[in-house]
T-cell receptor
Framework: GQQLNQSPQSMFIQEGEDVSMNCTSSSIFNTWLWYKQDPGEGPVLLIALYKAGELTSNGRLTAQFGITRKDSFLNISASIPSDVGIYFCAGQRSGATNKLIFGTGTLLAVQP | DAGVIQSPRHEVTEMGQEVTLRCKPISGHNSLFWYRQTMMRGLELLIYFNNNVPIDDSGMPEDRFSAKMPNASFSTLKIQPSEPRDSAVYFC??????????????FGEGSWLTVV
């Protein structure tokens, strides 16, 4: 199935470092969502973005909806070991559906 | 409130057997989705329902796969006959009534299927 381009594929960082990951698409989306998946669990919603240019925070997480509506990024500040997991972006096009297209995922490992 | 509830959490079955995965969406949500996750293909949408009606089943891989939603609080995904390549994690997700600003989708914990 179709997927969004998400980068980087993986990151190995030290505790306390900031993290940045992004998602790009050739298509315009009207909603961007960021999810985190822990091992053995389903994806959990972190942040939802509904307007181009929107910048939203959730604790140490900040995400932005790109002006062109074709990209989004997620930043994690002062990473901690429990930030470990796979982060997925997901986009939703305008129209009469709720269909989400997922990114390929970014694996984050945090060294204590 | 309870989230999306899936069963079974894990299933190991022999090739050729019928597999039925079950889902109870979040109460009040009117959209339900079935996704499949594998290492090779990531998260793929198989089918989704709005108000119990299948809207888009273009992701269903073959006729061996079928999904039903007999009422607002229950859905099944059936594979008959199962094959080893069907081994994956199957997620059910639900979403509230769609608004102009879009909707968030909430996932269950997944059903881990292994076909040997």
């Amino acid at each position: 199935g179709q997927q969004l381009n998400q980068s980087p594929q993986s990151m190995f960082i030290q505790e306390g470092e900031d993290v940045s990951m992004n998602c790009t698409s050739s298509s315009i989306f009207n909603t961007w969502l960021w999810y985190k998946q822990d091992p053995g669990e389903g994806p959990v919603l972190l942040i939802a973005l509904y307007k181009a240019g929107e910048l939203t925070s959730n604790g140490r997480l900040t995400a932005q909806f790109g002006i062109t509506r074709k990209d989004s990024f997620l930043n994690i500040s002062a990473s901690i070991p429990s930030d470990v997991g796979i982060y997925f972006c997901a986009g939703q096009r305008s129209g009469a559906t709720n269909k989400l297209i997922f990114g390929t995922g970014t694996l984050l490992a945090v060294q204590p | 409130d309870a989230g999306v509830i899936q069963s079974p959490r894990h299933e190991v079955t022999e090739m050729g057997q019928e597999v039925t995965l079950r889902c109870k969406p979040i109460s009040g949500h009117n959209s339900l989705f079935w996704y499949r996750q594998t290492m090779m293909r990531g998260l793929e949408l198989l089918i989704y329902f709005n108000n119990n009606v299948p809207i888009d089943d273009s992701g269903m891989p073959e006729d061996r796969f079928s999904a039903k939603m007999p009422n607002a609080s229950f859905s099944t995904l059936k594979i008959q006959p199962s094959e080893p390549r069907d081994s994956a994690v199957y997620f059910c997700a639900s979403s509230p009534r769609r608004s102009l600003s879009g909707n968030t989708i909430y996932f269950g914990e997944g059903s881990w299927l292994t076909v040997v």
